[in-house]
């Protein structure tokens, strides 16, 4: 025995002359392995993978069929391996069929529970239904007994019997049935609600149906319901859909709808009224608008009835009603003073007061209209407005005779009449309202009433002088002649009219200005026409609204109510309105807020269409005038909103087809930051019109470099608006001839090209100027000079009758025999007249 690398052989030798050999490796018995002559046969010894059991002799075959290179104990371990995977395999094949088995009984278990639980459902609602009937039938035979009792007892009872003595004296027995029954009922549902009789409270257990069902005062379902909810539930069962009743509604169509906002108010899906716009050829989404009249297409065709109406039904609230004849009352006329501008009107005004308002005024001109109201010696009230008289109010004056009983037309007896005297006269007539001609300045030497009076004829005004029908007074206003006579004339004119208003109504009015203060927000000045305006009333003035916080009369003196014909100054409004806005009381804050939105949306659309083209040829007509027109962009703040909507009329009469003013943005109030930064954004500056900057406004301008111009006279300001646009105008080019050459000869030399000999004819010509070739008279190339000599010298000018050499710049097909044109050109500034 030999040990090599820890194995043990074991020699052995046979009669066979053959050698066994055991090896022994750590101690464990491998096969053994016999050798003789014939064959080698493996033997597995005592201990070995058998188990130590009864060895089993290898057969030559199994040998034979293993394969090369592979040993027993490899052999025995694949086929183990082989059969543990086929068990495994047949196991889980087993344990997957033993679990579909098992989710089959579970979901047969689920589905018999569900249709135990459906049939006890509809089992529940047919007992309710019973139950819910039983209780109608036995109701309606209680009613019919007592109805029946009462028609016995109502009629005329015969003699008394004496079975009929048994109940109460006077009622017969079968009308005390009834109503003992009903006791007993009663008392019956009272032990069964489980009710005290004492304090209503519950008694009893509270159970899981009453708990989820809301109890006994819960909304029970209808028997209708009941119904609908069992057939529903029996043609799901029978799987039939029922089709649903077709429900016809009366849908509101305004002027325009959104198309998930009609399908909603009819009740429709949003895809069916889509899928029907397509059908009508029309490609439209949910979010999209359509008119009234393709929407009315629509709902007839779902089959419902439409109902028309309109934005505008908002403002139906503000009362439109006749005044009874008895309710009416006397008013003061509201009397309006125009006139030519320094014509005297609210000197004249301020005699009447005994007041100065135009020392207050810049320049002398009123910038405003003003409105007050003066008590006459003899205490007749009268309501006056004084309206500006420059050229740039004209909309003010408009306002002002729209709102008056009576104009007094100012005219300066020393200056006759002028151009807003004629406007004056033309808004008077258009408003259809009397007229009273003052003659002022009577007093001044060069005074001539008579040529004051001839002027009006040709404007159709014949004064009473004249044998006409309209009263004139002559007055000055500084010595106070004739102003009792102007008095009188009022009286007697307004005594005619016949004015009245009903104070009792709610209010009505109209606003004469309106602007923004700093310590009180929004203040308009309203003439009331109708009705009396209280502190405390809600209304809606344009597109603004709000509630009456202080009345302020033309004193300054607060006031609790201002009747008809009074000019007040109105606090309490939620921004500025418009002048010549109508004031009206409604009754409560929501409608105001509604009607001024309404309001506000439609102005917004309004301005929106005419800014907006609408075809092709405007779009390309407003491409060409982008192009050629320039723009001088403004921003205009002022202290009321007359004066800003007179400048904004008077920047767009400025301009031409080639340049114009647009106003960004014109408002009311201080300059504030938000003006500074919308015109540096635009590169405009910023007119204040007796208004100032505050300090922040001040110093963002000052960072970003906007110009802020302050006035307070407005020709002031149309006169350098008008200059600063002129310099928009581009420069008017003139051409000035300052000779004639003619070309004599024509050479060629190296490095210049062909150079023209040529002899000028007339004038000078110049090095710098501009040339053009003309050839049989035409015009054949313009351009410039590259070369003048006189000689071999370069010379900047060649007078008339001397000889010159010309080259053109870029250009060689000179000849002889044709002539140079020189000119030159020069730049003419323009203006706008």
């Given at each position: 025995?030999?040990?090599?690398?820890?194995?043990?052989?074991?020699?052995?030798?046979?009669?066979?002359?053959?050698?066994?050999?055991?090896?022994?490796?750590?101690?464990?018995?491998?096969?053994?392995?016999?050798?003789?002559?014939?064959?080698?046969?493996?033997?597995?010894?005592?201990?070995?993978?058998?188990?130590?059991?009864?060895?089993?002799?290898?057969?030559?075959?199994?040998?034979?069929?293993?394969?090369?290179?592979?040993?027993?104990?490899?052999?025995?371990?694949?086929?183990?391996?082989?059969?543990?995977?086929?068990?495994?395999?047949?196991?889980?094949?087993?344990?997957?069929?033993?679990?579909?088995?098992?989710?089959?009984?579970?979901?047969?278990?689920?589905?018999?529970?569900?249709?135990?639980?459906?049939?006890?459902?509809?089992?529940?609602?047919?007992?309710?239904?019973?139950?819910?009937?039983?209780?109608?039938?036995?109701?309606?035979?209680?009613?019919?007994?007592?109805?029946?009792?009462?028609?016995?007892?109502?009629?005329?009872?015969?003699?008394?019997?004496?079975?009929?003595?048994?109940?109460?004296?006077?009622?017969?027995?079968?009308a005390q049935a009834p109503r003992k029954q009903d006791r007993e009922r009663e008392q019956d549902e009272r032990r069964g609600k489980g009710r005290d009789d004492n304090d209503g409270r519950r008694s009893g257990k509270l159970t899981l149906n009453?708990?989820?069902?809301?109890?006994?005062?819960?909304?029970?379902?209808?028997?209708?319901?009941?119904?609908?909810?069992?057939?529903?539930?029996?043609?799901?069962?029978?799987?039939?859909?029922?089709?649903?009743?077709?429900?016809?509604?009366?849908?509101?169509?305004?002027?325009?709808?959104?198309?998930?906002?009609?399908?909603?108010?009819?009740?429709?899906?949003?895809?069916?009224?889509?899928?029907?716009?397509?059908?009508?050829?029309?490609?439209?989404?949910?979010?999209?608008?359509?008119?009234?009249?393709?929407?009315?297409?629509?709902?007839?065709?779902?089959?419902?009835?439409?109902?028309?109406?309109?934005?505008?039904?908002?403002?139906?609230?503000?009362?439109?009603?006749?005044?009874?004849?008895?309710?009416?009352?006397?008013?003061?006329?509201?009397?309006?003073?125009?006139?030519?501008?320094?014509?005297?009107?609210?000197?004249?005004?301020?005699?009447?007061?005994?007041?100065?308002?135009?020392?207050?005024?810049?320049?002398?001109?009123?910038?405003?209209?003003?409105?007050?109201?003066?008590?006459?010696?003899?205490?007749?009230?009268?309501?006056?407005?004084?309206?500006?008289?420059?050229?740039?109010?004209?909309?003010?004056?408009?306002?002002?005779?729209?709102?008056?009983?009576?104009?007094?037309?100012?005219?300066?007896?020393?200056?006759?009449?002028?151009?807003?005297?004629?406007?004056?006269?033309?808004?008077?007539?258009?408003?259809?309202?009397?007229?009273?001609?003052?003659?002022?300045?009577?007093?001044?030497?060069?005074?001539?009433?008579?040529?004051?009076?001839?002027?009006?004829?040709?404007?159709?005004?014949?004064?009473?002088?004249?044998?006409?029908?309209?009263?004139?007074?002559?007055?000055?206003?500084?010595?106070?002649?004739?102003?009792?006579?102007?008095?009188?004339?009022?009286?007697?004119?307004?005594?005619?009219?016949?004015?009245?208003?009903?104070?009792?109504?709610?209010?009505?009015?109209?606003?004469?200005?309106?602007?923004?203060?700093?310590?009180?927000?929004?203040?308009?000045?309203?003439?009331?026409?109708?009705?009396?305006?209280?502190?405390?009333?809600?209304?809606?003035?344009?597109?603004?609204?709000?509630?009456?916080?202080?009345?302020?009369?033309?004193?300054?003196?607060?006031?609790?109510?201002?009747?008809?014909?009074?000019?007040?100054?109105?606090?309490?409004?939620?921004?500025?309105?418009?002048?010549?806005?109508?004031?009206?009381?409604?009754?409560?804050?929501?409608?105001?807020?509604?009607?001024?939105?309404?309001?506000?949306?439609?102005?917004?659309?309004?301005?929106?269409?005419?800014?907006?083209?609408?075809?092709?040829?405007?779009?390309?007509?407003?491409?060409?005038?982008?192009?050629?027109?320039?723009?001088?962009?403004?921003?205009?703040?002022?202290?009321?909103?007359?004066?800003?909507?007179?400048?904004?009329?008077?920047?767009?009469?400025?301009?031409?087809?080639?340049?114009?003013?647009?106003?960004?943005?014109?408002?009311?109030?201080?300059?504030?930051?938000?003006?500074?930064?919308?015109?540096?954004?635009?590169?405009?500056?910023?007119?204040?019109?007796?208004?100032?900057?505050?300090?922040?406004?001040?110093?963002?301008?000052?960072?970003?470099?906007?110009?802020?111009?302050?006035?307070?006279?407005?020709?002031?300001?149309?006169?350098?608006?008008?200059?600063?646009?002129?310099?928009?105008?581009?420069?008017?080019?003139?051409?000035?001839?300052?000779?004639?050459?003619?070309?004599?000869?024509?050479?060629?030399?190296?490095?210049?090209?062909?150079?023209?000999?040529?002899?000028?004819?007339?004038?000078?010509?110049?090095?710098?100027?501009?040339?053009?070739?003309?050839?049989?008279?035409?015009?054949?190339?313009?351009?410039?000079?590259?070369?003048?000599?006189?000689?071999?010298?370069?010379?900047?000018?060649?007078?008339?009758?001397?000889?010159?050499?010309?080259?053109?710049?870029?250009?060689?097909?000179?000849?002889?025999?044709?002539?140079?044109?020189?000119?030159?050109?020069?730049?003419?500034?323009?203006?706008?007249?």
């Open positions: 025995m030999s040990d090599n690398d820890g194995k043990k052989t074991l020699g052995v030798s046979g009669p066979h002359s053959g050698n066994v050999k055991q090896s022994f490796s750590h101690g464990r018995t491998k096969n053994v392995v016999v050798e003789t002559k014939r064959k080698r046969i493996v033997k597995p010894t005592q201990g070995a993978a058998t188990g130590g059991g009864a060895r089993k002799p290898v057969s030559p075959g199994s040998a034979a069929k293993r394969p090369a290179g592979i040993s027993d104990a490899e052999h025995d371990r694949r086929l183990k391996a082989v059969r543990a995977a086929k068990e495994r395999e047949t196991e889980e094949a087993a344990k997957r069929e033993a679990d579909e088995k098992e989710r089959e009984v579970t979901r047969q278990r689920r589905r018999e529970e569900a249709e135990a639980k459906e049939r006890e459902e509809v089992e529940r609602a047919e007992q309710a239904i019973a139950k819910e009937a039983a209780e109608e039938r036995k109701r309606a035979e209680t009613e019919e007994a007592a109805r029946q009792a009462a028609a016995v007892a109502a009629a005329p009872q015969p003699e008394a019997k004496p079975q009929a003595d048994r109940g109460s004296p006077g009622k017969p027995v079968h009453q708990a989820l069902t809301g109890g006994e005062g819960g909304r029970q379902k209808s028997m209708a319901a009941m119904k609908r909810k069992q057939e529903r539930a029996r043609q799901k069962a029978m799987g039939v859909a029922a089709p649903r009743e077709k429900v016809i509604r009366d849908v509101q169509l305004p002027e325009t709808i959104v198309v998930s906002e009609l399908a909603n108010r009819m009740a429709e899906r949003v895809g069916d009224v889509v899928k029907a716009l397509m059908n009508n050829g029309l490609m439209m989404t949910q979010n999209q608008s359509i008119d009234a009249d393709t929407a009315e297409l629509i709902i007839e065709e779902f089959g419902h009835n439409v109902v028309r109406v309109s934005d505008s039904d908002v403002e139906d609230v503000i009362d439109h009603v006749e005044d009874k004849p008895e309710d009416l009352k006397d008013r003061p006329p509201v009397i309006t003073i125009m006139g030519h501008v320094d014509h005297g009107k609210t000197s004249l005004l301020d005699a009447i007061r005994k007041a100065k308002v135009a020392a207050g005024e810049a320049g002398g001109i009123t910038q405003h209209i003003g409105a007050y109201q003066v008590t006459t010696d003899s205490g007749a009230v009268l309501s006056f407005l004084d309206t500006p008289g420059h050229a740039a109010f004209t909309s003010m004056r408009s306002r002002g005779a729209q709102v008056t009983d009576i104009v007094i037309l100012v005219v300066a007896a020393d200056d006759a009449v002028m151009p807003q005297t004629i406007e004056a006269i033309n808004h008077a007539k258009a408003a259809k309202v009397p007229m009273i001609v003052a003659i002022n300045k009577i007093d001044k030497p060069e005074a001539n009433p008579n040529k004051v009076r001839t002027d009006l004829l040709q404007h159709e005004v014949i004064v009473e002088k004249m044998s006409g029908e309209v009263q004139d007074v002559e007055v000055s206003a500084v010595t106070g002649q004739g102003l009792d006579e102007l008095l009188e004339a009022i009286a007697l004119q307004a005594e005619i009219l016949e004015l009245k208003a009903n104070p009792t109504r709610a209010a009505e009015g109209a606003v004469i200005e309106a602007q923004l203060d700093v310590g009180r927000g929004p203040v308009a000045t309203v003439l009331v026409k109708n009705g009396t305006l209280r502190q405390g009333d809600i209304f809606v003035v344009g597109e603004q609204f709000g509630k009456v916080r202080a009345l302020i009369n033309d004193r300054g003196e607060r006031v609790q109510e201002a009747g008809p014909s009074v000019p007040v100054e109105v606090l309490g409004l939620n921004g500025t309105p418009e002048a010549g806005d109508v004031l009206n009381v409604v009754d409560t804050e929501a409608q105001a807020r509604e009607i001024a939105e309404y309001r506000e949306k439609a102005a917004k659309d309004r301005r929106a269409a005419a800014g907006a083209a609408t075809s092709l040829e405007q779009l390309m007509t407003q491409a060409k005038e982008s192009e050629s027109l320039s723009e001088m962009p403004i921003v205009v703040k002022a202290d009321v909103q007359g004066s800003a909507e007179a400048i904004i009329q008077a920047m767009e009469k400025i301009g031409n087809e080639e340049v114009r003013v647009r106003v960004l943005h014109s408002g009311v109030g201080a300059i504030t930051e938000s003006d500074i930064g919308l015109a540096e954004a635009s590169g405009a500056p910023v007119f204040g019109f007796n208004v100032r900057a505050n300090a922040p406004a001040r110093n963002s301008a000052n960072q970003k470099g906007v110009e802020i111009r302050y006035y307070s006279v407005i020709y002031d300001l149309v006169d350098d608006v008008k200059a600063a646009a002129s310099g928009l105008l581009s420069a008017e080019i003139r051409e000035n001839f300052i000779g004639y050459a003619k070309i004599q000869e024509v050479f060629k030399v190296t490095g210049v090209g062909k150079v023209a000999g040529c002899l000028v004819t007339e004038g000078v010509a110049r090095r710098s100027a501009g040339v053009r070739l003309l050839r049989d008279d035409v015009v054949i190339h313009e351009g410039t000079l590259k070369t003048l000599k006189r000689f071999k010298d370069e010379v900047p000018e060649v007078q008339s009758g001397q000889e010159c050499g010309m080259a053109f710049e870029n250009y060689d097909d000179i000849r002889a025999g044709d002539v140079i044109e020189i000119f030159e050109r020069e730049e003419v500034t323009r203006t706008l007249e």
